[in-house]
């Protein structure tokens, strides 16, 4: 019993920082059709902004609250000077997010000395679970997933201003015709989705410490949650890195489960654990081309 | 050490930053591209040209960047004390900047242009693997490579002056299976460096009554490990020998902590942890883990502890620390071996000459003791010491003298 809880504490956990950072992703790519390839740096930022309050020996909880601000002011400034004129140029504008990416990401890295600095999280006591201790820190990241997923939902589905991002991405001309703003909205979109990066960056820093690499690590498979979950939709992804985050941690244990006396473990690799979640993704993707979700709410 | 990270070129970002910080230290950029150190005075016969290939640059440089400042400290520290055999050392700086194919190029030029008389560096064993090629076969020049790394390094011309998975083990594992840790898990980055380490070191465990229960190998950005803390504890492991590197060893250390593998008493050995690994790990997880190296800054060592005076003195903005898990003492080794061959050859700089009296050398004045190249290895014994992280810090627990590296004995 207490396996199973760990187990399903476990892929829980892990599935949501994968939705953290697919969440950002999702409503930038899904809302407005831009692949963001600097949405890693996005993290990386989040998880920079914590840092430096550690560094001045301020409280990092502070440090967490600011970030997502800070990313999103960030992101906005990125919006106004180089997204904002490449909308009509999907491939030119994607190509551009990689190169601020890079810039962002070395220059954090000369910033750190290109060192790995461990962050405490704020609570270190562990909590029970069914009678089994279970990481405090990383339930508050399950439980802060599951409100800013179901926040986001509701904000773009059920608010005048979600609607209004809505439209100024479905039909822009209309949306200028009845006088929305697009410009304002894209910025804020682009800035909201940065908002999104960095709080995820701030909250699992301390699972995995700061360095330059830190959101390229998740780029990857983030962009597989996408591919896997339906990009254009904004339940799509979602449910993409929930699986692929389950997957990360779920064929790691299936390794160590006794079938008929035999363990897969003693003859297949970890490595070989990490491959099949692609392998898996592929397949899905082969017989749903256009992912788990094609018609969402959103 | 085989550190796999993505390799990078030489951004104009990270050129100007480092061109600064040369020029700043008295450096004059080279017609070959990289760097020379002129010494304060001149002999007739022309200076020994040292060349030094390490990582200024890239995820590397937190390694390179100490092992280069050790050089000039031990370059000027010889200078000052009148030179080898008369001449004084010239360094000559190539970077390396943690990408293979940088370095194959910047070496060439060190070697052909700069014509070095020996070469130090590289830190990862596949840039050791990269440039020993274009030094050693091609360049004609002779090779010491600095860092602890798996062994099975034979190359003729190429000494390695790093601790090797032998001397790391030799005291250490005894030490663990006698403070009743018996039941072991060795999990470890997927490359060859810790299959090696792993490779040796269960072997040991099992020769000395210790037991493997666990020995598996990780892609180095694995960043999830519930299963692995999972067996480990339901498996009832009572020390975990980690040979997972960055970034997935915070990830790893962190669920091992969590799951209270320390709280019940297990115990966890990091044999490439030194004062760095303070960064990266938080106080409560790095308390207590065990570490073998040839230096700890808390050593009884006067020679060490001047050295570390001398360092500060030298950089006192040093954003790295002189510590052992950097290679930093390696290339310290590496130039008093360099050193006392040529004294013992007469001023011959000749590979051939220098390589025959560097056989079975010895020299008594390195960080944590002396150390004496082992006839027909090209590798060296040395003091290796057995410690525990307390406090940021490394109490030192036990001490093995002149250990030996137990490597290329065939050859």
Not at chain 1, 7 to 20: G, K, Q
Not at chain 1, 224 to 229: A, C, I
Not at chain 2, 341 to 370: C, F, H, Q, S
Request: net charge neutral.
């Amino acid at each position: 019993m207490e396996v199973v809880i760990k187990l399903l504490f476990d892929i829980l956990a892990f599935s949501s920082i994968m939705v953290l950072v697919v969440l950002g992703l999702a409503v930038i790519a899904s809302m407005m059709g831009i692949f963001n390839l600097g949405h890693g740096e996005f993290v990386l930022m989040g998880a920079y902004v914590v840092f430096v309050f550690k560094q001045l020996g301020l409280p990092i909880w502070i440090g967490m609250t600011v970030a997502p601000f800070a990313v999103a002011a960030l992101g906005a400034a990125i919006e106004v000077t180089f997204i904002r004129r490449l909308y009509e140029a999907p491939i030119t504008a994607m190509l551009s997010t990689f190169a601020i990416g890079l810039t962002i990401r070395e220059i954090v890295r000369v910033l750190i000395h290109g060192q790995y600095y461990a962050i405490e999280e704020p609570v270190t006591t562990p909590i029970a679970l069914f009678g089994v201790d279970v990481s405090a820190w990383r339930a508050i990241i399950i439980l802060l997933t599951v409100m800013l997923m179901t926040g986001c939902f509701l904000f773009l589905t059920r608010t005048s201003f979600g609607l209004q991002i809505r439209g100024a991405l479905e039909n822009p001309s209309l949306a200028r015709g009845c006088g929305v703003s697009t410009s304002r909205i894209y910025a804020f979109t682009f800035a909201f989705g940065a908002a999104l990066a960095g709080l995820a960056g701030a909250l699992m820093v301390p699972l995995f410490s700061l360095s330059a690499d830190l959101g390229v690590h998740f780029l990857v498979q983030a962009f597989l949650s996408v591919m896997l979950g339906g990009v254009g939709t904004f339940e799509g992804p979602i449910l993409g890195s929930a699986v692929v985050g389950a997957m990360v941690p779920g064929f790691q244990w299936l390794r160590e489960i006794p079938l008929f006396g035999f363990t897969i473990g003693d003859v297949v690799q970890p490595i070989v654990a990490e491959v099949l979640v692609f392998i898996v993704a592929l397949v899905i993707v082969k017989f749903r081309p256009s992912g788990l979700l094609t018609k969402g709410r959103i | 050490m085989a550190d796999v990270t993505a390799a990078r070129g030489i951004t104009r970002r990270r050129f100007l930053a480092g061109s600064t910080a040369l020029a700043a230290a008295g450096w004059v950029s080279g017609s070959s591209g990289g760097w020379m150190l002129e010494p304060a005075w001149a002999a007739d016969s022309g200076p020994i040209k040292f060349g030094i290939a390490t990582d200024m640059t890239g995820p590397i440089a937190p390694a390179g960047i100490p092992t280069w400042q050790v050089m000039q400290l031990a370059a000027k520290k010889i200078n000052d004390a009148g030179g080898v055999a008369g001449r004084p050392i010239k360094l000559f700086l190539v970077d390396t900047a943690s990408d293979e194919k940088v370095a194959v190029g910047n070496v060439t030029q060190l070697i052909e242009q700069s014509r070095a008389d020996v070469v130090m560096g590289g830190i990862t064993s596949s840039m050791r693997a990269a440039i020993k090629n274009p030094i050693v076969n091609r360049g004609k020049t002779l090779y010491m490579y600095p860092q602890l790394y798996e062994g099975q390094e034979c190359t003729p011309y190429l000494f390695c002056t790093g601790p090797t998975p032998a001397q790391q083990c030799a005291k250490l594992i005894p030490y663990l299976i006698s403070n009743g840790h018996k039941r072991f898990a060795l999990p470890g980055g997927n490359f060859l460096w810790p299959q090696l380490l792993i490779k040796y070191a269960s072997n040991l465990i099992e020769t000395r009554g210790g037991e493997v229960v666990l020995k598996e190998f990780y892609p180095l950005d694995q960043l999830e490990y519930s299963a692995t803390v999972a067996k480990i504890k339901s498996e009832k492991v009572d020390c975990v020998f980690n040979m997972i590197i960055p970034p997935g060893l915070q990830a790893f250390s962190k669920q091992l902590y969590e799951s209270g593998f320390q709280k019940n008493g297990g115990v966890v050995t990091c044999v490439f942890f030194d004062e760095n690994s303070a960064t990266y790990l938080p106080d409560r997880e790095l308390q207590g883990i065990y570490s073998c190296l040839d230096y700890y800054k808390s050593v009884e060592d006067p020679v060490g502890a001047q050295l570390q005076k001398e360092f500060r003195e030298m950089f006192p903005s040093a954003q790295y620390q002189f510590t052992a898990g950097t290679g930093a003492t390696g290339a310290y080794r590496a130039m008093k071996f360099y050193q006392a061959a040529v004294l013992k050859t007469g001023g011959d700089l000749r590979r051939e000459a220098v390589a025959a009296a560097m056989d079975g050398i010895e020299i008594t004045e390195a960080p944590g003791g002396g150390a004496k190249m082992i006839a027909g290895t090209r590798h060296c014994a040395m003091n290796m010491y057995v410690a525990a992280a307390e406090n940021k810090s490394y109490k030192i627990l036990d001490k093995a003298e002149m250990v030996d590296p137990e490597e290329c004995r065939t050859k």
